[in-house]
């Protein structure tokens, strides 16, 4: 009998001296308890047994690795029951009869659990089995089905057990020479049997450490009394020297890694561990501190493979076939890895989900019917382009490249979808898992392609080839292949499965409490000791209830002996080094609760302190801790009190409130953004750039620019800056488009009417005359044509919202006809032209004289006719309500700069139908909402005010004035500025600026433009 620690290795050499006293080459075979204990010991001994230095002839495995070298060859030519096979294997057995399962067969849960119950079942014997079938129904249950998988498994598999009963068998000709079985622990029935059978059949030496607690060597100890063995009397229980406390989970890990930095000034990394009670968040946390503060580290990784990207693409990529490759979906699972085209070529992310997102996909025939459609548009618009007087090559370019890069998408989804149907039909597992292993290294890469990523993305790829590989065994089970059943394959394997992260030996270890068993080192770290989590509380077993376990007679322990290994695991961690030093915290920020000691560390504190009757609640009663307990306020209190911080971020946080400020540019920069937001003054970081170069002059440089445009500046400057100078734009996703826009249903309309006049050109209305019943008949098959166009490129929303849009807008068209009829009669109007373009498409801008210089416009007038004297009339269709255009006739002609288009409408129809003395009446046509005609007055006094606002708008753009001016009214049924309210949630704050640095003296003309009412001090 040993401790735990340096004592039990020393116990282990010295057994091993006197086996190898008169050979030093005889055969000894160290059985350690885990794979870790049994590096510790492989090392440790290479010192020397004896007087010797060094030692040779020494396998150093486990009990069921050492059952395995005796039984494999003797179960050949059966396989090992893999977590893939028994799920498999259970996945059989509940479709055949599910019994009590059946509403909940197909979850993977439920194998999940029943594999964990079949592990458990194996060991139990026959008779244990029958009282536990009589237990209840659901154990019955549990028990046949158990029955039906060993029975598919039984003939073509073996797992542990079988393993430890073959090897138990076969020990006595196996030459095994001397065993020593090092620290065991909680050993189930077959492999106590098997070392019972190794104490029968070789030489055995067991060196079992007790801890000194009576609970927590109950395992070991009826171990020792199996194999005939005394445990004697225990030691006594070792505890921590020293205790850290901190507010919360966080700052806990934080100040353990400051007291491990000093310890490494003394102390050797590979010397020292951090232990930790639970993965989450512990795990996590450790790995980031200890990276940040430069420590190095081995142990096992805090992520499985399937939270790594490579890990999760396979997965992720079957699961689209159940949504019919919705597109945003795809492009996340594309995204996270370097993924690759069908022909190996790189995919280019960033331009398909551009391209997408303009061709209106969501996702399933979308990827066929809308790139398809949007392919034959840009086409189209390339044959136009080609077609002008003066075609811009780079725009047909750009529908060159437009239209491959469609051809290229849709060709990949519609191999993606093909391959994933497929994958329904295929009918073997077998030739599952190859269909699997080449899309998968098809999309991600062959192995060698991936050294470029991190060493746990390239773990994750070859777990992921590996469970595919075996995926064959499977046929053998009489399983049908399926989708979903190789998703539930790779969910199950890949959750289990984690990269190790360094070597050990390298840098300090981190890893759970559990693998604290074997472990001799210098200072021990335990963190997390809070009672919660250590030992937390005893969750039940649906399948397997403590009532169930207790019919067993003891062959399956019942859930509150898993407590007494969770301690024993501690009470190893205070024996292996001379120096532990354990922590926990008082609170839980992500629960905001309290938390207290764990139970099993009262104890180390009662021996701190000196007080025995020192309870959990009252930890923090006694002052006479010393300098063994550290309780940490507050992350605050520490970074400024603390003597030894860990990472460089630490250091920065402490001069900034040392110093009141930090040398960083950036931070400097922020605080100044802050206070200047906050002043009067329209600064630069609310769109002050007076001074700044490269802004544009639209009076003095051959620059042009469309109404809309300027609309758009006295509408929000900050809006126009964003948008039209830096070019960016909110992303509008087609899955987010539930009906039609406006904005589109203006362009619909606008179009339908445009395509009418062009097609019957020849033969247009005389003055006053109607619209004929062909071209009121034609109208509407226009707007059935452009409306189904509009729903091919996924524009209109719901099927079922769009079909009742789409007739009032087919009913606004019919309406719209008639409504020009009459008007046209009382005004003897004549239509002569639509979309009447200027500055484009080899047309001459139309220019307006400012104060500063001359001003070129672009763009197209709606419609233009003219009436029986010669006058010309301009016609602006407007589909929206009338609302804010009332003032226009009688007192605000432009309303404060937001409706420029008219007047350089007017110029253009002058320019193309009359000289500069023709007549020109303009009005806006409201064919929805607010029917009816809205004129503005183009007289002599309007075209002076025009060139003023113009030269206003175009000298503020030119000075560099952009300030967010954020709508009057709050955002509610839709985001009016998504420029002043980016994340939707309302502008308030931004109108609160707006008001305040309106009154700054470099806004004044530009305030007495768009917001008038401002300059006289009645602006809300």
């Known amino acids: 009998m040993t401790g735990y620690g340096a004592e039990a290795q020393e116990q282990l050499r010295l057994a091993v001296g006197r086996a190898k006293a008169d050979d030093p080459m005889a055969q000894v075979t160290v059985l350690a308890p885990n794979n870790i204990a049994g590096v510790v010991a492989r090392r440790h001994l290479a010192r020397g047994t004896a007087d010797r230095p060094g030692v040779a002839g020494i396998e150093v495995t486990t009990l069921v690795r050492l059952a395995e070298r005796i039984a494999a060859p003797r179960l050949a030519p059966r396989r090992p029951a893999t977590r893939t096979v028994l799920a498999a294997a259970w996945r059989r057995a509940l479709s055949q009869d599910p ?31 029958a009282a536990l079938s009589a237990a209840s129904p659901l154990c019955a249950e549990l028990v046949r089905l158990h029955s039906q998988v060993r029975e598919l498994t039984g003939d073509g598999w073996y797992d542990d057990t079988d393993l430890l009963v073959t090897a138990r068998e076969h020990v006595r000709a196996s030459a095994l020479g001397h065993c020593v079985l090092f620290l065991p622990q909680d050993l189930n029935r077959s492999e106590t049997a098997f070392a019972e059978a190794l104490g029968r059949g070789a030489e055995l030496t067991v060196i079992a450490a007790l801890t000194g607690e009576e609970r927590a060597d109950r395992d070991v100890c009826r171990l020792l009394q199996h194999l005939g063995a005394d445990p004697g009397d225990p030691p006594a229980a070792r505890t921590a020297t020293a205790v850290i406390n901190a507010s919360d989970s966080d700052d806990e890990v934080r100040c353990v890694v400051r007291d491990l930095m000093s310890t490494l000034r003394s102390t050797p990394a590979h010397r020292v561990a951090l232990l930790h009670s639970h993965a989450t968040p512990y795990g996590r946390l450790l790995h980031e501190q200890l990276a940040a503060a430069g420590v190095q580290v081995n142990g096992t990784g805090y992520r499985a493979v399937d939270e790594r990207a490579v890990g999760r693409f396979l997965p992720l990529v079957l699961a689209l076939a159940d949504r019919r490759l919705p597109r945003a979906e795809l492009f996340r699972v594309l995204s996270s890895v370097p993924s690759r085209q069908f022909d190996g070529e790189r995919i280019p992310i960033s331009p398909w989900e551009r391209l997408s ?26 044959a136009a382009e080609v077609n002008l007087p003066e075609p811009q090559d780079w725009l047909i370019r750009r529908c060159d490249e437009q239209a491959a890069t469609a051809r290229a998408l849709r060709g990949f989804t519609m191999r993606l979808r093909e391959e994933l149907s497929r994958a329904d039909r295929i009918g073997t597992w077998a030739e599952l898992g190859e269909w699997a292993q080449q899309l998968f290294t098809t999309l991600v890469g062959e192995l060698d392609s991936l050294r470029a990523l991190p060493a746990e993305e390239q773990y994750a790829a070859t777990a992921v080839i590996s469970i595919l590989g075996s995926l064959a065994t499977l046929d053998e089970l009489g399983v049908a292949p399926s989708l979903q059943g190789l998703r539930d394959v790779l969910d199950t394997e890949l959750a289990g499965a984690r990269a190790r992260v360094g070597r050990f030996g390298d840098g300090v270890l981190v890893a759970p409490l559990s693998a604290a068993v074997g472990l001799d080192l210098d200072v021990v770290y335990v963190i997390g000791l809070s009672e919660d989590l250590y030992p937390g509380r005893i969750r039940g077993d649906a399948l397997l209830p403590d009532r169930a376990r207790r019919v067993t007679g003891g062959e399956l322990p019942e859930r509150r002996e ?40 009262l104890p180390s504190m009662r021996a701190l ?52 400020r930090l ?18 003054r329209l600064t630069r970081f609310d769109g002050n750039l007076i001074g700044v170069g490269g802004l544009p002059n639209f009076a003095t440089e051959d620059r042009v620019i469309s109404p809309t445009a300027l609309e758009s500046y006295a509408t929000c400057p900050h809006g126009f800056f964003v948008e039209r100078l830096l070019g960016v734009k909110p992303l509008e996703l087609p899955e987010d488009i539930v009906v039609i826009g406006p904005a589109d249903i203006g362009n619909l309309v606008h179009e339908s009417m445009d395509q009418l006049v062009t097609e019957f050109a020849e033969r247009l209305p005389g003055p006053g005359e109607p619209w004929t019943v062909e ?34 807008i087919t009913r606004d068209g019919a309406r719209m006809l008639a409504a020009d009829d009459s008007w046209r009669f009382e005004h003897g109007v004549q239509v002569v032209a639509s979309e009447l373009p200027f500055g484009m498409n080899g047309r001459p801008p139309v220019t307006v004289e400012v104060a500063e210089g001359t001003v ?123 420029y002043c309210n980016p994340d939707g949630i309302g502008h308030a704050e931004a109108r609160v600026r707006w008001k305040r640095k309106r009154q700054d003296p470099v806004l004044q003309e530009l305030v007495a433009l768009v917001e008038p009412q401002a300059s006289h001090g009645t602006a809300p």
């Open 99 to 129: 019994g009590q399962f059946e509403d909940i067969a197909d979850h993977p849960a439920t194998v999940r659990a029943l594999v964990r119950a079949h592990a458990e079942l194996r060991d139990v014997s026959d008779e244990a089995r």
């Open 357 to 382: 997102r303009a061709a209106g996909v969501v996702g399933g025939d979308d990827w066929d019917r809308r790139l398809h459609t949007y392919r034959v548009d840009q086409r189209a618009r390339r």
């Open 562 to 601: 898993s407590l007494d290994a969770k301690h024993r695991d501690l009470l190893a961690a205070f024996g292996a080094a001379e120096r532990v030093v354990v922590s926990f915290a008082r609170g839980d920020l992500r629960r905001s609760s309290k938390r207290l000691p764990s139970r099993w560390l």
């Open 609 to 660: 302190c000196d007080d025995d009757t020192l309870t959990a609640t009252e930890w923090d009663r006694p002052a006479t801790y010393g300098d063994a307990m550290r309780t940490v306020g507050s992350f605050a209190g520490e970074l400024t009190r603390c003597s030894n911080l860990a990472t460089e971020q630490e250091w920065r946080v402490r001069q900034t409130a040392a110093a009141g």
């Open 663 to 680: 040398d960083d540019a950036v931070v400097d920069n922020a605080v100044a953004m802050i206070h200047a937001r906050a002043s009067d």
């Open 775 to 808: 071209q009121h008949a034609r109208l509407l098959e226009i707007f059935a044509e452009r409306a189904a166009h509009y729903q091919d490129r996924g524009l209109t929303g719901y099927p079922r919202l769009w079909a009742p849009e789409r007739d009032r």
């Open 856 to 978: 070129s416009f672009r763009g197209s007038a709606d419609l233009v006719g003219r009436r029986r004297d010669g006058a010309l009339v301009v016609i602006d269709i407007k589909t929206g309500s009338a609302r804010k255009f009332q003032d226009i006739p009688t007192s605000d002609s432009f309303c404060d700069g937001t409706k420029l288009q008219l007047p350089v409408y007017a110029h253009a129809a002058r320019r193309r139908f009359g000289d500069p003395a023709t007549p020109v009446e303009a009005s806006y046509w409201f064919v929805r909402r607010d029917l009816g005609r809205i004129p503005l007055p183009l007289s002599r006094d309007v075209e002076q005010r025009y060139s003023r606002t113009i030269s206003t708008l175009v000298r503020s753009i030119a000075a560099g004035l952009f300030p967010p001016k954020a709508p009057e009214d709050p955002d509610h049924a839709w985001v009016q500025c998504v």
